[in-house]
């Protein structure tokens, strides 16, 4: 570009006076100088004084395969998003921003696009925390590269994954002047695996309890900002759980509490949107309508868009932390098209009837927590709910069976439960061997309750296909018998504290074990159970009500979950059951969390009622697909409301013994999900 040329810009222009200066002297006759002083000038100018969301509208673009509205991405979609994006700027003066939200109302874009901006525009490491490792390769995978390759920004920063020495891999993803490392909260390593300027922390409510028993998640993953001080940002993001348990709650209630006002359509007036001015004719959710609460008059929904359009955040408390924020979103918001006020009605009623189905409802819908209800059944009352048959037999709706094992000094407890559809149970066995974990002769017994079988109500046998022992008394016991009978049916445990509903069960992990006096390392295999959790769904199942006689006439089966005791389980068996209460506990700094207390000093049925849970989970029973349940019922002999494939010859032939619980498959051409345990 010649002397001669116009006005010079500060990109393109040509050489300025103050160029002259910083180049006196240097030849610069050579090919490639012109080029070599654009890109020089181009690096002096300072990047645009762009906010996340500013960022996001003119960089972030949407693929197909991460979003059901792709094209540019636009903050005008929802509005409410905006202050929380701009809080994540360096500029704001917020260092930990919380935000306690319904489902699906955008919270994960607005992290990823915070993500984006920090690539593009403020450089620095950044850690994002999923509630698993696994689930932080998920999110690699399903949003941060779609993230990266559909918008042109970020793909120029960052290297494609399958070039040499890109610096991309599944859970990091380098770029110039910074790292984003993604990891899970179950792994203490990938806490502290460096220092971090930004934390983004996804889904808090569903983090374990500890991170491999070396703490908090949430508190190692914030002591990787500790160096960066003021120019720290953390953002913690979830839908909330239980009160009293959520992190996110005692987050959003340390904050200054912001909530979305809205104006009227009628009278203008500002409120922030509340369920229970949500209402519609009685059993016609299809006429759901906002009352507002200055004029009384209904809201029809499409007034929605213009209502979020006009719309601010007010702050409606004091912040014990002046650099804490805090932000609280329902699902009441969500923008036309999404989820609409009909179907927030809709849901709602479905969800009546069932306290599980409500949790979720307050959880995903309201952004709200659950209050867990502390009191234990009444054991009368299970009294009276005893069902009659005989001790050791099976019921039709029973598929497969499991174990727990409580390991007391001077005895082993077992108790044998059946599962069917929707974790509905029956308690099968109660079994007591004397003589605890130093007498041979006890293990041997134990030994043969793993071969032993029950009588289905089809006239077939069914074994345990899954075995669970708890470890807290005499693990070395516990790890020596579990190694001599096999770990392909049994699953040594061991409880931790706190509640993990994400993932209950963890592992197996290798411990060592001594056998006949020898130490082998990584010589057994332990399972971690978070007992809290399986204990509140017992009792959550405890308190479900049965249906009438005539009900039941009428072709009405029993809820998901119901448990079924049997009248054989004598008055001591059922104290126990309900031995434990959940209550509210408060620390010296005024934080609550919820434990389970001994109400008595007995409580051997509930926790082998956990443990024979933990071993369903084990197999997989959360998890399994349509076609296992029918293959399991098929067996069984029991009833579907789908129709199941009509058997070959072969299969008639080899199926004309009586059999129930057989969790093996036959080979499929199709590929499926099938456990470990159920392939040939």
């Not at 061997?433 to 043969?448: E, F, H, R, V």
């Not at 001994?598 to 349509?626: H, Q, S």
């Not at 080899?654 to 080979?667: E, F, I, M, V």
Request: glycine share 8%; net charge neutral.
């Amino acid at each position: 570009m010649s002397e001669s040329s116009s006005t010079p810009s500060p990109i393109f222009g040509s050489r300025s006076d103050d160029d002259n200066d910083l180049t006196e002297g240097l030849d610069l006759g050579f090919d490639g100088a012109e080029d070599l002083l654009r890109v020089w000038r181009q690096g002096l100018r300072p990047d645009p004084n762009l906010t996340v969301s500013e960022w996001a509208d003119a960089h972030r673009w949407l693929g197909s395969r991460a979003s059901a509205e792709p094209g540019r991405y636009r903050t005008a979609r929802t509005p409410y998003l905006r202050a929380i994006m701009d809080a994540l700027s360096p500029g704001h003066p917020a260092q930990r921003i919380s935000f306690m939200k319904a489902a699906q109302v955008g919270a994960t874009e607005a992290g990823n696009n915070w993500i984006g901006f920090v690539i593009h525009h403020a450089p620095g490491p950044m850690l994002a925390v999923l509630p698993t490792v696994e689930m932080a390769k998920r999110s690699s995978r399903g949003r941060i590269d779609p993230l990266i390759a559909e918008s042109p920004a970020l793909r120029e920063r960052v290297s494609p994954a399958r070039s040499r020495d890109a610096g991309n891999s599944m859970l990091s993803k380098e770029f110039p002047g910074g790292i984003l490392v993604l990891t899970g909260a179950n792994s203490a390593t990938g806490l502290r695996s460096m220092p971090a300027r930004y934390v983004f922390l996804d889904e808090v409510d569903a983090y374990p309890a500890s991170a491999d028993e070396e703490g908090d998640p949430v508190t190692l993953a914030e002591a990787r900002t500790t160096t960066f001080s003021h120019r720290r940002k953390v953002f913690m993001v979830s839908t909330p759980t239980i009160r009293g348990l959520s992190r996110i709650e005692r987050e959003f209630a340390a904050s200054d509490q912001r909530r979305y006002f809205v104006p009227c359509p009628h009278c203008g007036a500002m409120q922030w949107l509340q369920f229970d001015r949500l209402r519609w004719a009685k059993g016609k959710p299809e006429t759901a309508a906002y009352y507002c609460e200055g004029c009384e008059r209904p809201i029809a929904e499409h007034h929605k868009t213009e209502m979020l359009a006009k719309g601010e955040w007010r702050a409606t408390a004091v912040s014990a932390d002046p650099k804490a924020i805090g932000f609280h979103l329902s699902a009441l918001y969500s923008p036309l098209g999404w989820k609409t006020w009909a179907d927030v009605a809709r849901e709602w009623l479905a969800a009546q009837g069932s306290e599980e189905m409500l949790r979720a409802a307050r959880n995903t819908l309201l952004g709200e927590t659950w209050v867990e209800s502390g009191d234990a059944p009444e054991w009368q009352r299970l009294a009276d709910r005893r069902e009659a048959w005989k001790v050791g037999t099976v019921p039709m709706a029973g598929l497969f069976l499991t174990a727990g094992a409580d390991v007391q000094k001077d005895r082993i407890e077992v108790d044998i439960w059946a599962w069917g559809r929707g974790l509905e149970s029956w308690l099968i066995d109660h079994i007591v061997i004397p003589g605890g974990p130093d007498d041979p002769a006890a293990w041997d017994k134990l030994t043969s309750l793993l071969g032993r079988s029950w009588q289905h109500a089809n006239g077939a046998f069914m074994t345990v296909a899954q075995f669970a022992i708890d470890t807290g008394y005499e693990a070395a016991a516990v790890y020596a018998w579990s190694r001599k009978v096999g770990f392909e049916q049994v699953a040594p445990l061991k409880g931790l504290e706190g509640f993990n509903r994400a993932a209950p069960v963890s592992g197996p992990t290798f411990v060592d074990a001594t056998i006949g006096g020898k130490r082998l390392r990584r010589g057994a295999r332990l399972w971690s159970v978070a007992t809290a959790t399986f204990k509140a769904e017992t009792y959550r199942f405890l308190r479900i009500e049965r249906p009438s006689d005539d009900a039941r006439g009428s072709g009405v089966l029993d809820a998901p979950g119901t448990i079924h005791l049997p009248g054989w389980a004598d008055t001591e068996w059922l104290k126990q059951l309900v031995a434990e209460q959940l209550v509210t506990i408060r620390n010296k700094r005024g934080y609550a969390h919820q434990e389970w207390q001994k109400m008595r000093e007995r409580n051997e049925a509930l926790d082998c009622r956990v443990y024979a849970r933990a071993a369903a989970w084990i197999l997989g029973a959360d998890r399994w697909d349509e076609a296992t349940w029918r293959r399991l019922e098929a067996q069984a002999g029991v009833e579907t409301r789908l129709p199941v494939a009509v058997p070959t010859a072969t299969e008639t032939a080899a199926s004309a013994a009586p059999k129930a619980g057989n969790l093996s498959t036959p080979r499929r051409k199709r590929r499926a999900y099938t456990p470990n345990f159920m392939r040939d």
